[in-house]
């Protein structure tokens, strides 16, 4: 999709019309920026379509237990994912008044359920949402994020969206039961080297047909994908070819109505402070982690598709840039205070502004299908953790596609990049894999005589990430446990 393929032409707007005159059109400016109610509302269902899979995957993702042994309701987190979506895609619709749709993060919910619930308890982690996106708002209100967005190299940049799409990719893979835990290997194929069970096979025949409706440029490929697998699996437990016991996140059959209240039993269990057995060094890491996962990618996304949009200019500045900048850092605390992770925008905003859409109506739009959701709940529970774990693999094989902006050549550059990818999946920390990529970074160019290329913020972040790496002799050294 081209910049020109997309760019309305001011002749576009119907003639005779008096929409201009309207307080909707004065508000969102939607004549001033070439576009028409009919664009906007078609923009926000089609950003909904594209992204409505979130309803599925980040339940999925925080399905684990917590340090205490407790597990989150399914029906609680997807009324919490849908709820912090409709609200921080209402706010950049009314507040921002840009094409931009936010939702849980991936990468934030992965941090979470990986390095974070496994040392707190659930109202602990969200209160680790709360603190990172607090931090986000004071970077944007005094300017910083925009400094250390342009302090650290662009090809760690991209190397960190592919080392968290490899990771993202990885609890697919293990959510659907593909990889296991080998007996003589780290991991293998299945249980026992081989795929067992038709929940795993569907999981599989989702995924290439993802993959295939992308290849032929389907607009939401991953819902229709969704769907599709869904509609099979209901048809397998229907006629009894499955065990339901199989099915990883239960069988999908509606219990009940299609339709039923909201449950917040989430909302607002958020617990800061407890974590004397934590450390106050590792929360402070969790945090850190917390701001890159969901740091890197809002930027670029919000410019990428501002630009597709035709609000930015060359140098990337857009109207309403510091609004929506703040919007998505507001997201991190509003996701926190619902019980459904950090919220940040999606670059799936981008296949709105492919249908036409300019302004943020079509972002109220796509809020108001997502508070819809909130009532429709048990249909969304049909859906196996098996096929949604699907979008899972299809989301971290398109977060991989950055790797064509990597010069592999220059080996200042590809060995940190390499590092920064690998490390994250096989260490199941975002942390682990974004350190490795900044010592080596700073320990590669210093060595080459290019010193002064690195930045004091780079210098900084090594020194702190060299802590990070040598914590536990550090503590064992000081007589800390």
Request: proline fraction near 5%.
């Amino acid at each position: 999709m081209t910049q020109q393929s997309v760019q309305p032409r001011p002749t576009d707007a119907p003639p005779g019309t008096n929409s201009s005159h309207s307080p909707l059109d004065r508000y969102f400016h939607i004549t001033p920026r070439h576009s028409t109610l009919a664009r906007e509302i078609r923009g926000g269902v089609t950003t909904f379509m594209a992204m409505a899979y979130i309803l599925l995957l980040n339940p999925l993702i925080l399905s684990g237990k917590d340090a205490a042994g407790n597990t989150l309701g399914q029906q609680a987190l997807i009324t919490a994912t849908a709820f912090a979506a409709a609200v921080t895609t209402l706010l950049m619709g009314f507040v921002g008044k840009v094409p931009l749709a936010l939702a849980a993060g991936l990468s934030v919910s992965g941090v979470l359920a990986s390095q974070v619930v496994p040392v707190m308890t659930w109202p602990q982690a969200m209160g680790m949402c709360v603190l990172y996106g607090v931090v986000i708002m004071l970077l944007v209100v005094t300017g910083l994020r925009e400094m250390i967005m342009n302090a650290i190299p662009l090809a760690l940049k991209h190397a960190i969206t592919m080392g968290i799409g490899l990771f993202v990719a990885l609890i697919g893979l293990v959510k659907a039961g593909f990889v296991h835990q080998g007996r003589a290997t780290p991991l293998s194929l299945g249980p026992n080297g081989e795929l067992t069970g038709w929940p795993v096979l569907l999981f599989a025949a989702t995924l290439l047909l993802i993959f295939m409706l992308q290849a032929r440029g389907v607009p939401g490929a991953i819902l229709v994908g969704i769907v599709g697998g869904t509609v099979v699996a209901v048809v397998l437990n229907a006629v009894g070819v499955v065990d339901p016991k199989q099915w990883a996140s239960g069988a999908p059959e509606l219990h009940g109505s299609a339709v039923s209240m909201p449950d917040f039993s989430l909302f607002g269990d958020v617990e800061f402070g407890g974590w004397g057995e934590v450390g106050a060094m590792t929360v402070g890491m969790i945090v850190f982690t917390l701001v890159l996962a969901g740091f890197f990618d809002a930027m670029a996304t919000i410019i990428g598709v501002g630009t597709e949009a035709g609000l930015a200019d060359a140098k990337g500045r857009m109207p309403g840039l510091s609004k929506a900048l703040f919007i998505d850092g507001a997201g991190g605390a509003i996701g926190g205070v619902a019980g459904a992770s950090g919220q940040t925008v999606f670059v799936e905003s981008a296949t709105g502004v492919g249908e036409g859409a300019r302004t943020g109506l079509s972002s109220v739009v796509t809020g108001l299908f997502f508070a819809a959701c909130l009532f429709f709940t048990p249909l969304t529970a049909i859906v196996p953790g098996e096929v949604a774990a699907a979008a899972l693999v299809v989301i971290g094989a398109m977060m991989m596609s950055n790797a064509r902006h990597v010069d592999w050549a220059d080996r200042a550059t590809a060995v940190p990049v390499f590092l920064t990818v690998v490390i994250m999946p096989f260490t199941y920390s975002i942390t682990a894999g974004v350190a490795a990529g900044v010592i080596s970074y700073v320990a590669i160019k210093a060595a080459q005589g290019r010193a002064r290329e690195i930045g004091a913020f780079m210098w900084a972040l090594t020194g702190i990430f060299l802590v990070y790496f040598a914590l536990s002799p550090i503590e064992s050294w000081l007589g800390v446990h």
